[in-house]
């Protein structure tokens, strides 16, 4: 027996992979300046400034993710502290073998793979 899946809808896939957050902010904040356009001029001042406010808090998004990234930036002490512990703690562990060697083998592996997904997930 096969599962039905929904299909997906053409808006939805673009909007999840070429829209970033500060673009939707903005576009709603549009959207409620359009409709405001017929009501009283708070309303439109109101959609302005979420306009604004929107707008700052993307890029100040942007900054943030575009520092944690940079070489030095969190992610890479981040990597650093985790190799550093895992070396550390390989050193200690009695009796080493095969497979412990393999286990913190795996795990230093997922800590450069997880750094290096997320250096492209915020600079992206």
């Known amino acids: 027996m096969t599962s039905m ?3 997906i809808e053409p808006d939805d896939v673009y909007e999840s992979v070429e829209w970033t957050t500060g673009r939707r902010l903005r576009r ?3 959207t409620v300046a359009r409709t405001a356009g017929t009501a009283s001029r708070t309303a439109i001042t109101a959609a302005q400034t979420a306009r604004h406010y929107a ?4 890029r100040v998004a942007r900054t943030g993710a ?3 990234a940079a070489p030095g930036g969190a992610v890479d002490w981040t990597e650093e502290r985790l190799t ?6 390989s050193e200690r562990v009695p009796g080493r073998g095969e497979r412990t060697d393999r286990a913190f083998s795996t795990a230093q592996s997922t800590v450069t793979v997880g750094a290096r ?3 492209r997930l915020l600079r992206g």
């Open 117 to 119: 997904r997320a250096r």
């Open 66 to 68: 575009t520092k944690a």
């Open 84 to 89: 550093r512990v895992l070396g550390d703690v």
């Open 55 to 58: 707008g700052n808090a993307a």
């Open 5 to 7: 899946r929904e299909p």
């Open 28 to 30: 709603a904040a549009d």
